[in-house]
Antibody, heavy 122, light 110 residues
């Protein structure tokens, strides 16, 4: 059974940093691209970042470019999102999600975690 | 303002059919596959349709997807109260080098 479990969310001040983790199990982690998608309170889904199975290519939304970095450790079956220079508008539930092939960064995501809440506030 | 445009809400009676539209452009929908997601209240999104019109295993054939030009459509037949949820379309936009989601459509089964 595929499982994705996010952690690392919490309350952080504007300008601060946070690192989210997503522990994956039930599939060959290195064989699939992975993504982060966020949802602000009461709002819709927003694609944030994606990374290929090897970690060799990443892409980020313009809204987080230069501030967020997606990475993965295939030896630990774990996906990360390093978030720096956080702003109030980054407040959201952050979901990690599994892609359907090794290289596609498209938002064709067949399994999702339950999400972790990030609140940016003073 | 989302790159993909969906109606904010749709409604229909139990047993009826509903369609949800997703309008994009030549830089996204027209030349890239579209996925559709269902998000029940308080839960993570669930993949309903991928590659414009394919259903993952376990998704009933009451759900269907289609695409024409720069627009995609999700169809749901035999509506059930359990279908009440938010529905999102998504695709890749090479001009942005980013994934894009529609703003979401809230389905009410009256």
């Amino acid at each position: 059974e595929v499982q994705l479990v996010e952690s690392g969310g919490g309350l952080v001040q504007p300008g601060g940093s946070l690192r989210l983790s997503c522990a994956a199990s039930g599939f060959t982690f290195s064989s699939y691209a992975m993504s982060w998608v966020r949802q602000a309170p009461g709002k819709g889904l927003e694609w944030v970042s994606a990374i290929t199975g090897s970690g060799g290519r990443t892409d980020n939304a313009d809204s987080v470019k230069g501030r967020f970095t997606i990475s993965r450790d295939n030896s630990k079956n774990t996906l990360y999102l390093q978030m720096n220079s956080l702003r109030a508008e980054d407040t959201a539930v952050y979901f990690c999600a599994k892609g359907t092939n090794i290289v596609g960064l498209t938002p064709r995501l067949d399994y999702w975690g339950q999400g972790t809440l990030v609140t940016v506030s003073s | 303002q989302s790159v993909l445009t969906q109606p904010p809400s749709v409604s229909a009676a139990p047993g009826q059919k509903v369609t949800i539209s997703c309008s994009g452009s030549s830089s996204n929908i027209e030349n890239n596959y579209v996925s559709w997601y269902q998000q029940l209240p308080g839960t993570a999104p669930k993949l309903l349709i991928y590659d414009d019109n394919k259903r993952p295993s376990g998704i009933p054939d009451r759900f269907s997807g289609s695409k024409s030009g720069t627009s995609a459509t999700l169809g749901i037949t035999g509506l059930q109260t359990g279908d009440e949820a938010d529905y999102y379309c998504a695709t890749w936009d090479p001009s942005l080098s980013a994934g894009v989601f529609g703003g979401g459509t809230k389905l009410t089964v009256l």
